[in-house]
């Protein structure tokens, strides 16, 4: 499967985005997924992640209850959604898919290193 990731722009603080990651073929619904960001001078980290089934998702403290991720299987497509948008969430903003199975449905990842499948970036500016 390939990623496209999209909707990315020039936002002011506190306002409020959707990205998404359309996938090539409908092999989507056979994986985990994941978006990260990378800040310039910073390491690549995770915002958000979700599992195959979409019953289980993970945020860390720097974005939880702000960005909210959700896929849609029959639109091969996943959905990050930013709220109250601050200058340090200015980044490039990537999806990310790992190959899951029947054994672990409910299960997200959280480690970069375990995804193999990565979309282009998409650029998100706050301004202040």
């Known amino acids: 499967v390939q990623l496209q990731a999209s909707g990315g722009g020039l936002v002011q603080t506190g306002d409020s985005l959707t990205l998404s990651c359309a996938a090539s073929d409908n092999t989507f619904s056979t994986y985990a997924l994941g978006w990260f960001r990378r800040a310039p001078g910073k390491e690549r980290e995770i915002v958000a992640a979700i599992s195959l089934s979409g019953s289980s998702t993970y945020y860390p403290d720097s974005v939880k209850g702000r960005f909210t991720i959700f896929r849609d299987n029959s639109r091969n497509t996943a959905y990050l959604q930013m709220n109250s948008l601050k200058p340090e969430d200015t980044s490039v903003y990537y999806c990310?898919?790992?190959?899951?199975?029947?054994?672990?449905?409910?299960?997200?990842?959280?480690?970069?290193?375990?995804?193999?499948?990565w979309g282009q970036g998409t650029q998100v500016t706050v301004s202040s």
């Open positions: 990310a898919a790992v190959k899951a199975g029947w054994y672990n449905t409910d299960y997200y990842f959280t480690r970069e290193i375990q995804y193999k499948i």
